[in-house]
């Protein structure tokens, strides 16, 4: 390649796609529109697809570090009883795949310091791109163009380019809104991710290192709604007040200052991923709603494929993002659509509906938890 990959966008899966070509001796430049790459407040869960990703560049140690290892998953109603649980540390022993929680902003300290910071241009948002025969162009807001070998896309959810590429893909509000916050971890809560589905809305927490507790609370609504933008803390633990024990003091603690709202969309699966030179990654190819903890786990595999395609096929590289698409259309896919599925049961408010579901539930055998988990997490069968 006589030119270096562009990469387009600075979040969880263009950096770590850089880093995943940087340990493979490609030449690449991260080109990101904010002045200084920074992050929400909020956490995010590693599963055991993405760490295998981490492992292999040298920073699955340090995320282990800065964030908490979890070794179950509870799903339980609004009371506290168990609906479904998921022995993370048994896949760990296992398959050697651990999974976990980290605070965001501590999560892209640890990709960006693995990177050549040279390589990385922030506040350079690109708005328009050229192909020639053997080489790509961007165009900058700043007027500029840099040339690549090719464009990797992961400008998130609302990239501008495959809106390009692909006028009419959607996205889509899912029914329901979420808050997330961080508090201080004063209840012990070691390991464990729980969920708690009730007839009030979903809510989950989660520790995420640094003794902190990461939550995030759903309720169905219509998109946009003013009246849960403005929502309160104190609302909001109002709104859970008949849910277990920590719920409602998790939300009272927690300072206004780390509140978060948006609503959950998603992008209805598209076909096509491969133009050319140019191939859409992360969230810009398939974001999905947060139920299953996958999208930037989606990303990070990405990632990794992606680079190893690029240095398989130096010397074609449209064939290395057309077999990029072959190998991700169906996984992605199976993930938007079924995290979508599982969102709206997930959801149900219908006193009647959430009993039948509660008891359809806990009727579901472990080893059929399990084997969804392994697909899940793309274990190889032995
Ligand atoms: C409530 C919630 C909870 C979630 N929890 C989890 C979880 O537990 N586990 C999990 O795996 N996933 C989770 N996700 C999903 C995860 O956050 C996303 O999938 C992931 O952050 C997407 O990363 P990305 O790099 O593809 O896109 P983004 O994070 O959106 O990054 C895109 C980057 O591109 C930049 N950019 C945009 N346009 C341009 C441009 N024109 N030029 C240059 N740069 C540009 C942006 O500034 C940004 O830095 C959750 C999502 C939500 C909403």
Redesign the pocket.
């Known amino acids: 390649m006589n030119h270096p990959v562009l990469i387009?966008?600075?979040?969880?899966?263009?950096?770590?796609t850089a880093l995943a070509l940087q340990q493979l001796h490609i030449d690449f430049l991260v080109?990101?529109?904010?002045p200084e790459?920074k992050?929400v407040g909020?956490?995010?869960?590693?599963?055991g697809n993405?760490m295998r990703v981490m492992k292999r560049l040298g920073l699955a140690n340090a995320i282990k570090h800065n964030g908490h290892l979890i070794s179950s998953m509870l799903i339980q109603d609004e009371h506290g009883s168990t609906l479904s649980l998921m022995d993370a540390a048994k896949l760990s022993s296992e398959y050697e795949l651990d999974n976990v929680?980290i605070h965001?902003s501590a999560l892209h300290q640890v990709l960006l310091k693995a990177i050549s910071q040279n390589k990385i241009l922030t506040n350079?948002?690109?708005?328009d791109y050229t192909e020639g025969d053997n080489f790509v162009e961007v165009v900058?807001?700043n007027g500029n163009r840099i040339s690549g070998s090719c464009i990797l896309v992961?400008?998130?959810?609302?990239?501008?380019?495959r809106k390009k590429l692909l006028p009419q893909s959607q996205i889509r509000y899912s029914g329901y809104t979420?808050w997330?916050g961080i508090a201080e971890n004063t209840w012990g809560i070691e390991k464990v991710a729980v969920e708690k589905w009730g007839t009030a809305g979903r809510f989950g927490y989660?520790p995420i290192g640094d003794n902190k507790v990461y939550w995030?609370a759903c309720k169905n609504a219509p998109q946009k709604n003013e009246q849960m933008q403005t929502m309160t803390l104190a609302q909001l633990a109002e709104n859970f007040r008949n849910y277990s024990h920590p719920v409602p003091e998790i939300i009272r603690q927690t300072p206004a200052s780390e509140l978060?709202w948006?609503d959950?969309?998603d992008l209805k699966p598209i076909s096509r991923y491969a133009f050319n030179k140019v191939v859409l990654?992360?969230?810009?190819?398939h974001?999905?709603?947060?139920n299953?903890?996958?999208?930037?786990?989606?990303?990070?595999e990405d990632a990794w494929l992606i680079a190893t395609l690029l240095q398989q096929h130096a010397n074609n590289l449209t064939e290395a993002f057309r077999l990029f698409e072959a190998q991700r259309l169906k996984r992605t896919h199976y993930i938007v659509n079924t995290s979508y599925r599982l969102g709206k049961i997930a959801q149900w408010e219908n006193r009647i509906l959430t009993k039948l579901r509660n008891t359809a539930f806990r009727l579901v055998p472990a080893s059929v938890n399990e084997k969804q988990v392994i697909k899940l997490l793309d274990i190889p069968v032995r």
């Open positions: 387009v966008g600075g979040g969880i899966a263009g950096l770590t080109l990101e529109a904010v790459i992050t909020a956490g995010i869960s590693l599963a993405a929680a965001r350079n948002k690109v708005t900058l807001q992961a400008d998130g959810i609302h990239s501008s380019i979420c997330r989660v995030f978060i948006g959950i969309i990654l992360g969230d810009a190819a974001a999905t709603t947060p299953m903890g996958q999208g930037a786990c989606m990303g990070i």
